[in-house]
Nanobody, 124 residues
Framework: QVQLVESGGGLVQAGGSLRLSCVLS????????MGWFRQAPGKERDFVAG????????YYADSVKGRFTISRENAKNTVYLQMNSLKPEDTAVYYC?????????????????WGQGTQVTVSS
């Protein structure tokens, strides 16, 4: 059974940092492209960042480019999202997702597996 478990969310002041982690089990991690999405109350789930199977290609939403960094450690079956210079508009539930394939994607429908999400709240 494939599982994705996120951690690292919390409450932080504007300008602060958080690092999210996501561990994949039940599937060969190095075969999968990974992504982070977020969903604020009353809004759709939006792409945040993506990374291909070996970390050679990364993708970011314009709203987080230059502030967030996605990375992965295949030996630990883990993908990370380092979030710096956080803003109140970054407040959302953050979801980790995995593709069947190694190529990265910005599109929600390209991801087969999803975590339960972790709450990030940025106070002003």
């Amino acid at each position: 059974q494939v599982q994705l478990v996120e951690s690292g969310g919390g409450l932080v002041q504007a300008g602060g940092s958080l690092r999210l982690s996501c561990v994949l089990s039940g599937r060969t991690f190095s075969s999968n492209a990974m992504g982070w999405f977020r969903q604020a109350p009353g809004k759709e789930r939006d792409f945040v960042a993506g990374i291909n199977w070996n970390g050679g290609n990364t993708y970011y939403a314009d709203s987080v480019k230059g502030r967030f960094t996605i990375s992965r450690e295949n030996a630990k079956n883990t993908v990370y999202l380092q979030m710096n210079s956080l803003k109140p508009e970054d407040t959302a539930v953050y979801y980790c997702a995995a593709r069947y394939y190694g190529a990265g994607s910005r599109f929600h429908n390209d991801y087969a597996y999803w975590g339960q999400g972790t709450q990030v709240t940025v106070s002003s």
